[in-house]
């Protein structure tokens, strides 16, 4: 199995490590994108990158933390290759038969995905995560370690939830926001806010500004 790890050095480190313990052989090699020190592997230019993964079969993950990058660069890659990346998946995890799981996934160590929870595409779903029966996670979201998503939560695209936030149960959180580090969030949240506090409340509207560079 060969995977070009598409990231910055924390986040193609991790990606390496849950490979090359899941797959008993498996070749990483990093793409120039991003630079790590210490690269163990061979790392590749981008055209290479390219080549390999539309002619010879060649895997790919975007190990990145930024949402919008992690987004920028999967848009681009499919477009000159027509693959999706694969998930990267560490074996402590629990995943339910249920569950629904999108491609270019990173799902950490002793995360939880419980009974009939979805998760979309290019999602992180770090250390200790626990999302619970019934949660949508949409595409290019961002759970840190320790967040909590009580039974069906709804969080749209591009959101970012802090470590050690939890989130009660039938809450929808709306495109772009970001719930901070030990938030309790207790009622919807909409579009493109920055939320904190327990209960939470908005510190900031428009926090992101979008625009083409972003998306």
Not at 27 to 48: A, R
Not at 55 to 68: L, V
Not at 139 to 166: D, K, R, W
Request: include cysteine; aromatic fraction near 8%.
């Amino acid at each position: 199995m060969n995977v070009i790890i598409f990231g910055g050095s924390a986040g193609s480190n991790i990606a390496e490590e849950i490979f090359k313990n899941t797959f008993r052989q498996c070749n990483i090699f990093l793409c120039e994108t991003f630079k790590k020190i210490g690269v163990k592997d061979k790392i590749l230019s981008f055209e290479k990158s390219i080549n390999l993964i539309s002619n010879h079969s060649y895997d790919y993950f975007i190990a990145t933390g930024d949402n919008f990058i992690r987004s920028n660069l999967y848009s681009e890659i499919h477009s000159l290759t027509n693959k999706n990346p694969i998930n990267c998946i560490h074996d402590s995890s629990f995943i339910s038969t249920s569950a629904e799981i999108g491609f270019g996934n990173l799902i950490a160590p002793k995360s939880v995905l419980h009974t009939d929870c979805k998760v979309g595409n290019c999602t992180i779903i770090n250390t200790g995560s626990i999302v619970e029966h019934g949660c949508n996670i949409s595409h290019f979201t961002q759970m840190s370690p320790g967040s909590t998503l009580c039974g069906n939560v709804s969080i749209s695209e591009y959101c970012f939830v802090g470590a050690g936030a939890t989130i009660i149960p039938n809450i929808k959180i709306g495109k772009y926001s970001l719930v901070a580090a030990g938030s309790s969030v207790t009622k919807d949240i909409p579009e493109n806010v920055m939320v904190a506090g327990a209960p939470c409340t908005i510190k900031k509207t428009n926090y992101y500004e979008i625009s083409d560079s972003n998306l």
